[in-house]
């Protein structure tokens, strides 16, 4: 009976591979060691998709959306509706669709509160 032979693959910190290679001693024969240069820590890299920064592109209002929103309500006597910042929003060109995710900023960072469905007021240390 004939004994298979496998090639093993193992990444290893430098810290665990004389461990690892002493346990392999007299068990297995040594092929070859080499340097991982794809990652840090031996791990690949993620490659991340380039971020568009849309906001970059508008020389005219370089404001990101929770910026525009949060000076709307403040000239606007302090309280708006969805519809009203979805208009303020088209007349700058940008997405109306983006105004939910401008006010969802504004109550995580409890710069406003909303008293009803659709309805937002500036919070009451709110207008800095």
């Known amino acids: 009976m004939t004994t298979r032979l496998f090639d093993v693959t193992i990444r290893a910190s430098a810290k665990r591979l004389p461990v690892i290679l002493q346990t392999l001693d007299g068990e297995a024969e040594l092929v070859g060691v080499r340097p991982c240069d794809d990652g840090v820590n031996g791990r690949p890299r993620r490659r991340r998709r380039p971020v568009s920064h849309a906001d970059a592109d508008r020389p005219d209002d370089p404001r990101r959306g929770d910026q525009i929103a949060f000076d709307f309500l403040k ?54």
């Open 75 to 128: 000239t606007s006597g302090g309280q708006v509706t969805t519809e009203q910042l979805q208009a303020e929003f088209g007349r700058l060109g940008r997405s109306p669709k983006s105004v939910s995710p401008a006010m969802s900023l504004l109550k995580k960072q409890r710069k406003i509160v909303s008293p009803g469905k659709g309805r937002y007021a500036l919070a009451a240390k709110g207008g800095k």
